[in-house]
């Protein structure tokens, strides 16, 4: 299977009994190497495999700052500059926070470090 505008492409490799081997994906841009490659075994579970190639099908642009956008999608691929409002910004940027503190938070202890306080019994004089 290839992709219309031909920067996608997709193998599947299958065994006499029908049953799916490999698969094979990769994206390009004619006469340079290839830019992405994945590699999926038979065992993939299906809604695994079917969410790659959504994604990979998905035709929603990507928003990314003008700055950040690859040099090969800005010289090869469809790029175009549109303004976006400030509740998307406040929640995108409130969105990547939360999973950012959500992936480096790090969990506390079961217990303190020097285990819990007790004091110590007073000699009796």
């Known amino acids: 299977m290839t992709s219309p505008d031909g920067l996608a492409c997709v193998d599947r490799l ?3 009994d029908g049953r799916t081997e490999n698969w ?7 006469h340079l190497p290839t830019l992405w490659r994945a ?12 969410a790659l190639f959504g994604a990979l099908a998905d035709e929603t642009p990507l928003v990314r700052e ?3 956008v690859p040099h090969l999608a800005a010289t090869h691929g469809r790029t175009s500059t549109g303004r ?6 406040a929640f995108a940027l409130e969105h990547r926070t939360t999973a950012l503190a959500q992936r480096y938070t790090p969990t506390p202890p079961a217990t303190p470090p020097c285990g819990p306080h007790v004091p110590k019994p007073r000699r009796a004089r």
Not at 24 to 30: A, D, I, L, M, W
Not at 39 to 46: E, S
């Open 66 to 68: 003008p700055h950040r």
């Open 14 to 16: 299958v065994r006499e």
């Open 84 to 89: 976006v409002s400030a509740d998307t910004v």
């Open 24 to 30: 094979f994906v990769e994206t390009s841009v004619p």
């Open 39 to 50: 590699y999926l075994d038979g065992n993939t579970p299906p809604h695994l495999v079917a």
